[in-house]
């Protein structure tokens, strides 16, 4: 700790300017990207939730037209009103090696995963440094225990699994991270801080490229599509149930209509 004279008598801690400045912006880096999270949160749960309504609504219906449409083509196929579909032998043949190779595949994984080998050499060394520089015990305060247990967590997983390039991606991440620097470091606090802003501009680029992928999803466009029918006064996802609704029918009634012939 650095003090300077106030009056004469009394000495003060010195406060950094540079270094007040620094944390004042990593804190509103950390709010900035609190909020972010929460709103991808947010959304992503939205997204789930119309997706799973849309699957058991709409979806649902969709499977029972399909059932209904199947019937009238088989009854159509028999009265000679349509076409039946050819299937090439050879295709079908490809078919079924594909299959057979995607099964074959599968077998290998599990097999695989059944006879998983023995932890080399340089896995357990890898693991031994991780565990030594993450261990929690060594955490400054509660929140660096938090992500020094998570960080151990998630380095126990890859060690178990035999993966050693993520081992070796957990203890490069460890190595760029604010935790890292010790407290013996005469300029610790100013490089924690510079690492803890790259750290979280790295997040927030991130969560960006989160929320990009689900715009590009189509669960995205049919929301955006509900929401702005929503804001014009109408209930699109009740139109679109009573849409296949509809379609049904007709196919219900063009099904009475062959039976009866």
């Keep these: 700790m650095i003090y300077g004279v106030s009056d004469g ?8 300017p540079e270094l007040q ?10 709010a900035r990207v609190s909020a972010r999270e929460t709103e991808l949160e947010t959304c992503s749960r939205d997204l789930l939730a119309l997706q799973t309504r849309y699957l058991d609504e709409v979806g649902a219906l969709y499977a029972r037209l399909s059932e209904v ?29 594909n299959d057979e190779e995607r099964s074959d595949e599968g077998d290998a994984t ?34 660096a225990r938090y992500r020094r247990h998570s960080l151990m967590a998630e380095a126990n997983r890859a060690y178990a699994e ?23 470091d005469p300029d610790a606090d100013r490089r924690r801080l510079q690492r803890r802003t790259t750290e979280l501009d790295e997040r927030l680029i991130a969560i960006e490229a989160e929320f990009a992928e689900l715009r590009r999803s189509a669960i995205w466009r049919l929301k955006g599509k509900i929401d702005t029918a929503r804001a014009q006064g109408w209930d699109l996802f009740a139109e679109m149930v ?14 009475a209509s062959l039976r009866a012939r």
Excluded: N, Y
């Design 162 to 184: 035999r993966d050693e390039d993520r081992l070796r991606l957990i203890l490069r991440a460890w190595e760029r991270s604010p935790d890292s620097i010790p407290d013996s």
């Design 242 to 255: 009573m849409q296949v609704k509809r379609e049904i029918a007709r196919a219900q009634a063009r099904l």
């Design 9 to 16: 008598f009394a000495l003060t801690p010195f406060v950094d």
């Design 110 to 143: 599990l097999s695989a995963c059944a006879s998983r080998p023995d932890a080399s050499g340089d896995l357990k060394r890898i693991f031994r440094d991780i565990a030594k520089a993450i261990h929690p015990d060594r955490a400054v305060d509660g929140a």
């Design 69 to 97: 449409e199947d019937q009238v083509a088989e009854i159509e196929i028999r009265l000679g009103l349509r076409q039946p579909v050819v299937i090439d032998d050879d295709e079908e043949r490809r078919d079924e090696g």
């Design 21 to 30: 400045a620094s944390r004042a912006q990593v804190a509103q880096l950390e």
